[in-house]
């Protein structure tokens, strides 16, 4: 039993110490110059999820933006897709991009 416990003891020592070392590695300063470049590489993307969207399209300053029941506004980024709905009210599927101010469209369609 002193054995089994002390086996258990060791291997919960090593899952601890392997789960340490990555995070002292993240903490080491700035990355080397392989990793910026496999960084820069990579197309940025947003974790941001899908949502769905309910108000009314109309063109401001040129520009087609969804207006919320509660005043929110939002451009939208698929502006030929959202001329064909000026002035209706709709739902709009789609991503907040990190700025919280444009739709990333994924559809458009009538409001039921």
């Known amino acids: 039993m002193k054995v089994f416990q002390t086996i258990t003891i060791l291997a919960l020592i090593a899952v601890l110490a392997a789960m340490t070392i990555p995070a002292f590695a993240q903490r080491s300063g ?22 769905i969207f309910q108000g009314t399209i109309a063109r401001s300053q040129g520009k087609y933006i969804l207006t919320t029941s509660s005043g929110s506004t ?5 502006q030929k897709t959202a001329k ?12 907040l991009d990190d700025s919280g101010n444009v739709i990333q469209v994924s559809s458009i369609e009538p409001a039921s």
Do not use: C, H, I, W
């Not at 939002?74 to 698929?78: E, H, N, T, V």
């Not at 064909?84 to 991503?95: C, E, L, P, R």
């Open 84 to 95: 064909a709905y000026d002035g209706k009210s709709v739902k709009v599927m789609g991503t």
């Open 74 to 78: 939002y451009q939208l980024d698929d």
């Open 30 to 51: 700035a990355p080397a110059p392989r990793d910026q470049q496999q960084q820069q590489e990579q197309p940025q993307t947003s974790d941001n999820p899908v949502q």
